[in-house]
């Protein structure tokens, strides 16, 4: 049983393309979040919803748009695929948005962008 | 400058040793200190988590907050083959957001 599934695993596709990735997490967390690690393996914060409601908005291009339909989803949606997007995506989870709960992690999503 | 900076490695121990891995910081806010583990091709997991200064010890590992120095450490005893991963730190203001500013990572290999 994973806790946090993401898809899919691989993404490969063209500039200029709409992509999309999926996240479920079956923790009963509340709170979820998208992280991008880069091929320097630094991640960094994207966005974090608390009871589908948007608290964490990082300096990201409006090509990205999160939507989380409900407390276990949380979907990114990306328009207009550049060469820089190329990443892997991680989801994640917490309960509660405070500092103390621990985050759990999905296993990814490489997007790579050609 | 970064805000957290690990040295990225990569770090090679034979099995046995004791493996010390390090990050240093810039924000003097930051109230919590975590390390996880991440394997490839797999999403990074929870080791150590920590409030402020003082050690905490798990197991073999033992991770160390120096607020003063801005400096937090882990070490790894009696490393094992299974160990070799990348480990990054992390870091959070006392907020309600649960945003985390995490180091580049350090990747271990501890040779059998």
């Known amino acids: 049983d994973t806790a946090v599934s993401q898809t899919p695993k691989y993404l490969v596709t063209q500039m200029g393309n709409d992509k999309s990735i999926k996240c479920e997490q079956n923790l009963g967390h509340d709170t979820m979040y998208w992280y991008k690690q880069d091929s320097k393996k630094f991640l960094k914060i994207m966005f974090s919803y608390n009871n589908k409601e948007l608290i964490i908005n990082e300096t990201v291009p409006n090509r990205f748009s999160p939507k989380s339909p409900d407390k276990a989803h949380l979907n990114l949606h990306i328009n207009s695929l550049e060469l820089g997007d190329s990443a892997v995506y991680f989801c994640?989870?917490?309960?509660?948005?405070?500092?103390?709960?621990?985050?759990?992690f999905g296993n990814g999503t490489r997007l790579t962008v050609t | 400058q970064k805000e957290v900076e690990q040295d990225p490695g990569p770090l090679s121990v034979p099995e046995g040793a004791i493996v010390s891995l390090n990050c240093t910081y810039s924000n003097s806010a930051f109230q919590y200190f975590m390390w996880y583990r991440q394997y490839s091709r797999k999403g990074p997991e929870l080791l150590m988590y920590t409030y402020s200064s003082g050690n905490k010890e798990d197991g073999r590992f033992t991770a160390q907050v120096d607020k003063s120095s801005k400096y937090i450490s882990l070490f790894i005893r009696d490393s094992q083959p299974s160990d070799s991963a990348t480990y990054l730190c992390?870091?959070?203001?006392?907020?309600?957001?649960?945003?985390?500013?995490f180091g580049q990572g350090t990747t271990l290999q501890v040779k059998p």
């Open positions: 994640a989870s917490s309960q509660g948005a405070g500092t103390k709960s621990p985050l759990h």
């Open positions: 992390a870091m959070s203001l006392p907020s309600n957001t649960g945003k985390l500013i």
